[in-house]
């Protein structure tokens, strides 16, 4: 179905892998533990052919959402930093519980925009994915929402995990989103909307596409789905987005039998 796709991700060593927060959620808003758990396995998978993992995570808001239920429909700025101070220790635990029964270890790191723009910290947080990776543990990150406010916010995952492959040198990041890559209108309101499976001139793509909102649980949309492969790219990163929902997605990329939209940094 797609194997430019299986090529890039074969050819590739290190991998950052972005996991937005409707991939994480269920319906009703609650963590998608399963989804967890399987995406463990396709990890390890990956894994024991010789790649390195780092996972970029959302989902604190939703694992809070999950474990205080009452919170749901609070909207004030500190119930959401509380909620996502709750939800980020659960979140963490059931990526531990799902890499576990993989016989795999992971490593938290909480980063603000502070920590990639300082010259010491940003040497320190590569030394520590180095250090993690190398000893074959998995680094899961997630920005600091308890503490970032607008100054030091980075804003969204997306960009959060351009600039942690840039910091690790990675080969390819993968977004994993509820799209199944780019189209040139939402397809959702747009049935005539065309996908586009390969981008190589980001301008150009700029001009032809129309883009939305972001949607209800994410912070993102595709503006900063775009802003991330115009960081990796000038890097010599190629980006990958595709839908995190469909089953064993990250085993089917690899086999070339499911599809997303590829930014080539070529």
């Known amino acids: 179905m797609d ?16 996991i937005g927060s409707n991939t994480l959620a269920k319906e009703d808003g609650t963590q998608n533990t399963d989804f967890m ?3 463990a396995v396709q990890c390890a998978e990956l ?5 390195q993992i780092i996972l970029v995570s959302s ?5 809070g959402v999950s474990t205080v239920n009452g919170w749901a429909r609070k909207k004030d700025v500190h119930y959401r930093q509380a909620l996502c101070s709750i ?19 992971i490593g938290q790191l909480l980063l603000t ?21 190398d000893e074959g543990v998995i680094p899961i990150i997630n920005e600091n929402d308890s503490v970032s406010f607008d100054e030091i916010k980075i804003g969204d995952n997306d960009n959060l995990s351009a600039l942690t492959s840039i910091l690790w040198s990675a080969d390819l990041l993968i977004l994993f989103s509820d799209i199944d890559g780019i189209y040139s209108d939402n397809p959702k309101t747009n049935p005539n909307a065309e996908f586009i499976n390969y981008v190589d001139d980001i301008p150009a793509l700029r001009k032809k596409i129309t883009i939305g909102d972001t949607n209800s649980f994410g912070t993102g949309g595709i503006e900063t789905k ?12 190629d980006m990958l987005l595709a839908n995190g929902g469909k089953p ?6 690899f086999d070339g039998t499911e599809t997303g939209t590829l930014f080539s940094a070529n």
């Open 3 to 18: 194997s430019e796709i299986s090529e890039q991700i074969k050819k590739a060593r290190k991998i950052v892998i972005k």
């Open 37 to 39: 758990a399987n995406f």
């Open 47 to 51: 894994i024991n052919q010789g790649k």
């Open 59 to 63: 989902g604190a808001q939703v694992a």
């Open 87 to 105: 939800g980020q220790v659960e979140l963490m635990h059931q990526w531990r519980k799902a890499f576990q029964a993989q016989n795999l270890h």
């Open 113 to 133: 925009k502070d920590d990639f723009e300082n010259e010491h910290r940003s040497l320190n947080i590569r030394n520590t994915l180095f250090t993690l990776v």
């Open 226 to 237: 775009i802003q991330a492969a115009e960081k990796t790219t000038v890097y010599g990163i």
């Open 248 to 253: 064993d997605v990250l085993k089917k990329l």
